[in-house]
């Protein structure tokens, strides 16, 4: 007997709309409570690592997690405050990708979305790799763009995570060097 894998349309319609509004709530939570989110650093690497998660989370909203992986890199290791926080951010962007599996239909047709799914059909991971690494608005873009084409899961995480740990070590070690600059 064959069994299928495939969701119900009806289903699946109902399970990404549920999906689009977690995002966007969690995005406007994140938004408001911004500054108690900062305050978590104090608990060190994990707090890190929850901080840079819940920043990336938002969606298109900036919450500046990359100034706070400066400052952290200032007063902790920068390599494992780069690992804390690249891996966290990692995590974070799931939303987006979330978003673009889920909103498929919302999102398509749209000029921004043609253009970085001709990127990422183009050029494939390396599209994900290069949009994580560079502090830009976009790979919120990206990620929702990944999810909507289907980019397998461990795929898309794999190459926004080594992005992302580059772009986090290139702040972490820039909060270290302020430091000494001032002999601190």
């Not at 990422?120 to 830009?136: E, H, Q, R, S, W």
Request: net charge positive; hydrophobic share 55%; aromatic share 14%.
């Amino acid at each position: 007997m064959a069994h299928s894998t495939r969701m119900n349309p009806k289903l699946l319609t109902i399970v990404r709309i549920l999906a689009i509004v977690l995002v966007i709530g969690l995005t406007v939570l994140l938004y408001i409570y911004r500054d108690q989110v900062s305050q978590l650093g104090a608990f060190g690497y994990p707090g890190i690592f929850l901080v840079s998660m819940l920043s990336n989370a938002s969606i298109i909203l900036p919450i500046p997690g990359v100034l706070f992986t400066s400052a952290m890199g200032a007063v902790f290791n920068p390599w494992w405050v780069s690992l804390a926080a690249g891996s966290g951010a990692t995590l974070g962007e799931l939303s987006g990708y979330t978003a673009g599996f889920s909103g498929q239909g919302i999102i398509e047709n749209r000029e921004w979305y043609n253009r970085v799914s001709g990127w990422i059909k183009k050029y494939g991971d390396i599209t994900i790799f290069v949009l994580a690494l560079i502090p830009n608005p976009l790979f919120d873009i990206g990620g929702m763009v990944a999810g909507a084409l289907r980019m397998p899961l461990w795929r898309f995480l794999f190459w926004c995570w080594l992005g992302k740990i580059g772009k986090m070590l290139i702040f972490a070690f820039g909060g270290s060097s302020v430091l000494s600059l001032f002999g601190l």
